[in-house]
């Protein structure tokens, strides 16, 4: 069983920086990738950014520029790396695997607060 636990949301003042983390319980190598998603109250769930097992990224517009995703495949970790954040990008992350024959997995989710 795939587990992924998010961890370094909070509050953090417009303008300002925080890294997410997302541990997974075995070898990210196992995903052919691994992608950041928020949910925003009233909103769909929407992609921010992914990376693939070679480590090619894709983000989304909103965010290009200001946030950055990574991986250490030796602690099996993907990281989301956000500066300049915005009141907009206030939201639950969630972060997503996927599996070569399209399983997907999700974390629980961490809440990110931006206040203005």
């Known amino acids: 069983q795939v587990q992924l636990v998010e961890s370094g949301g909070g509050l953090v003042q417009a303008g300002g920086s925080l890294r997410l983390s997302c541990a997974a319980s075995?070898?990210?190598?196992?995903?052919?990738?691994m992608s950041w998603y928020r949910q925003a109250p009233g909103r769909q769930r929407e992609l921010v950014a992914d990376i693939t097992r070679g480590g090619s990224t894709n983000y989304a517009n909103f965010v290009k520029g200001r946030f950055t995703i990574s991986r250490d495949n030796v602690k099996n970790t993907v990281y989301l790396q956000m500066n300049s954040l915005k009141p907009d990008d206030t939201a639950v992350y969630y972060c997503?695997?996927?599996?070569?024959?399209?399983?997907?997995?999700w974390g629980q989710g961490t809440q990110v607060t931006v206040s203005s």
């Open positions: 997503n695997a996927g599996m070569d024959w399209g399983a997907h997995y």
């Open positions: 075995g070898s990210i190598f196992l995903f052919s990738a």
